[in-house]
């Protein structure tokens, strides 16, 4: 939101869509700062609830007639297979003059940090260089781009062609060295785990949805003389929505089940964003656990 309203001048903005607006909740925060501006959403999820103006379709630039003076697309690019073609739909509907926001994961940063990058979900990956060829070959000008550490690419552009740029600097050698790193970093981790079930310890695997899905495949195909399965104590989510799905043959537990667990060597594997690692962490010591560690596939051992 910080990003938008310190580089838009929303006095000229009256009419804006968000592309992929779920709830609904940056429309509505962005209606509450600047209440002249006209909001709607355009969401395809079954959602019981939206609390803005929300179309219940996937994207297209036949729903609409009217033009907009503001296009949000956030963490919906990286979804979408051909994103020239998506761009140019979204130009189709921008006025003249009109500005289009996107807000994708920052690959460079992620790598750097070696956090979780290739989600099974996600198609396309972007730089900041990346970001700009993609403006250009979308026939639009890139007014600003947010490239920080720590937080998503922002992205800030518009329909006027009047102000292109072209950025010509090429980082593919290092983004190729940072993910060569980042899958030694992945294969010490399994080979890691590996070890530790040699040794006896059993596996929880604590969050159930992509990261796990990918680890726990990477792991599986690593051992030849028992099925992973074996090793495996449970698959537990904080997720009340979660609960009771299934997910690789195992159905998912809340994490008041580990309160019955007491003598096993425990090895658990966060599987999550690393900014809700601390607090899985907190939880895991409560337990009073005699013997377990704690990894982190992207990094390690971390306890």
């Given at each position: 939101m910080k990003f938008l309203s310190d580089t838009?001048?929303?006095?000229?903005?009256?009419?804006v869509l968000e592309v992929g607006?779920?709830?609904?909740?940056?429309?509505?925060?962005l209606k509450?700062?600047?209440s002249h501006i006209n909001i709607i959403g355009i969401e395809p999820s079954n959602l019981d609830f939206v609390g803005v103006p929300t179309v219940r379709a996937f994207f297209s630039r036949n729903i609409f007639l009217n033009k907009f003076d503001l296009v949000i697309v956030r963490h919906v690019?990286?979804?979408?297979?051909?994103?020239?073609n998506f761009l140019s739909d979204i130009k189709a509907i921008l006025a003249d003059e009109g500005k289009l926001f996107i807000e994708v994961p920052n690959t460079m940063n992620d790598?750097?940090?070696?956090i979780e990058v290739f989600n099974p979900d996600h198609v396309c990956y972007f730089t900041a260089q990346s970001?700009?060829?993609?403006?250009?070959?979308?026939?639009m000008s890139l007014l600003t781009i947010g490239d920080e550490d720590g937080v998503p690419l922002m992205v800030l552009m518009s329909n006027a062609v009047t102000m292109r740029t072209h950025n010509s600097y090429d980082n593919s050698k290092e983004i190729k060295a940072l993910i060569g790193e980042y899958r030694k970093s992945m294969d010490d981790t399994v080979r890691s785990v590996k070890e530790l079930i040699n040794k006896g310890y059993k596996i929880i695997f604590y969050g159930s949805k992509n990261t796990f899905l990918w680890f726990y495949n990477a792991l599986d195909v690593s051992i030849v003389h028992t099925p992973l399965k074996e090793h495996v104590l449970a698959v537990i989510d904080d997720s009340a929505e979660r609960i009771g799905k299934r997910v690789s043959g195992f159905s998912v537990k809340d994490f008041g089940y580990l309160n019955a667990i007491k003598d096993e060597e425990i090895v658990f594997i966060l599987c999550a964003a690393r900014d809700n690692a601390k607090a899985m962490i907190n939880k895991i010591k409560k337990l009073g656990l005699k013997d377990y560690k704690i990894i982190l596939p992207w990094i390690g051992e971390v306890v």
């Amino acid at each position: 939101m910080k990003f938008l309203s310190d580089t838009v001048d929303f006095s000229h903005i009256v009419n804006v869509l968000e592309v992929g607006s779920n709830r609904g909740d940056f429309l509505y925060h962005l209606k509450f700062r600047f209440s002249h501006i006209n909001i709607i959403g355009i969401e395809p999820s079954n959602l019981d609830f939206v609390g803005v103006p929300t179309v219940r379709a996937f994207f297209s630039r036949n729903i609409f007639l009217n033009k907009f003076d503001l296009v949000i697309v956030r963490h919906v690019l990286e979804h979408i297979k051909h994103p020239v073609n998506f761009l140019s739909d979204i130009k189709a509907i921008l006025a003249d003059e009109g500005k289009l926001f996107i807000e994708v994961p920052n690959t460079m940063n992620d790598l750097m940090e070696k956090i979780e990058v290739f989600n099974p979900d996600h198609v396309c990956y972007f730089t900041a260089q990346s970001m700009n060829r993609l403006v250009e070959e979308s026939d639009m000008s890139l007014l600003t781009i947010g490239d920080e550490d720590g937080v998503p690419l922002m992205v800030l552009m518009s329909n006027a062609v009047t102000m292109r740029t072209h950025n010509s600097y090429d980082n593919s050698k290092e983004i190729k060295a940072l993910i060569g790193e980042y899958r030694k970093s992945m294969d010490d981790t399994v080979r890691s785990v590996k070890e530790l079930i040699n040794k006896g310890y059993k596996i929880i695997f604590y969050g159930s949805k992509n990261t796990f899905l990918w680890f726990y495949n990477a792991l599986d195909v690593s051992i030849v003389h028992t099925p992973l399965k074996e090793h495996v104590l449970a698959v537990i989510d904080d997720s009340a929505e979660r609960i009771g799905k299934r997910v690789s043959g195992f159905s998912v537990k809340d994490f008041g089940y580990l309160n019955a667990i007491k003598d096993e060597e425990i090895v658990f594997i966060l599987c999550a964003a690393r900014d809700n690692a601390k607090a899985m962490i907190n939880k895991i010591k409560k337990l009073g656990l005699k013997d377990y560690k704690i990894i982190l596939p992207w990094i390690g051992e971390v306890v």
